[in-house]
Every structure is written in C-alpha cells, then in structure tokens.
C-alpha cells in the first residue's frame, strides 16, 4: 500500500511559499511558508501535519490495542506535540511527545497505560520518527 502526499515551493526560503496536498484531496494545496514553519504565520507546516499523523496513527493503534482485550472506547482524543530544534547539524525534530485522553468502560488505569504503550510502540508513524517519543495517558471517566 502506498499513500501521496506531494508539495510544490516557489522562491527562496525566507520569502518563498508552498502549498501541500493530499492524494486522497482531504489536504489540497494548502499553503505553508517559512512563517508559517519557524515564526507564527498563516498557514500549516510539515511538522504539525507530521503531529497529526502521528495522532491519528497512535490512536487507531490504541483501539486496536483495546479490541484485543476486548475493550472499546467511547472516545480517543490524542494531541501530538512535535518539537524541532536548531542543532549543530541542523534544524531537527528530537522529540514527539503524544497526550492521550480516553474514555474505556471496563478499564483501568494499569492496563490503560500498558496498552497505550504498545500503541505507541507498534504506531507505524512512531517507528518512522528518529526522535524521543513521550507519552501520557489518562483515562477519564
């Protein structure tokens, strides 16, 4: 199975501008910029769409996890919090750390955390990334 994203960037870094899509077109030309990446301006950046790969992934991967226990949630909200520093070799992502809420009839908190961590261990997108990936799971009831 292969997945397109695909990108298109005119001019320089500093005063350039692109747009990213998706194949499927649920993401379609949406403008990023250097603005929009290293400061606070309109538009999206590749690391907060990696965020929310990352989030998405992690918590199908999660509900997996709970349908072999044979557990199912209500609801699974994961935020991924994507972090990119300037090092000597270059800007580098050195960390993802994953924030999940979720409501799960029937669990508790020990097997909630233990399954959450095979979630983020088995997420494709978390074996993808070359960085310290972190996580905190709460169970709500």
């Known amino acids: 199975m292969d997945r397109k994203g695909s990108a298109v960037w005119q001019g320089t870094i500093r005063e350039g501008k692109g747009t990213v899509s998706t194949e499927s077109g649920a993401l379609k030309d949406a403008a990023y910029s250097f603005t929009s990446r290293f400061e606070h301006g309109a538009g999206t950046n590749p690391e907060e769409l990696l965020g929310a790969a990352h989030a998405g992934c ?57 399954l959450a961590g095979a979630a983020k261990a088995g997420c494709p997108v978390s074996k993808l990334f070359n960085a310290n990936i972190t996580l905190d799971a709460k169970l709500v009831g």
Request: hydrophobic share 45%.
């Open 58 to 114: 992690f918590s199908m991967a999660l509900s997996g996890q709970l349908a072999a226990e044979k557990l199912t949630a209500e609801r699974i909200a994961t935020t991924a919090t994507v972090t990119v520093e300037k090092l000597e070799s270059g800007f580098t992502i050195t960390r993802v750390h994953l924030a999940v809420e979720a409501k799960i009839a029937g669990a508790d908190q020990a097997t909630f955390e233990r």
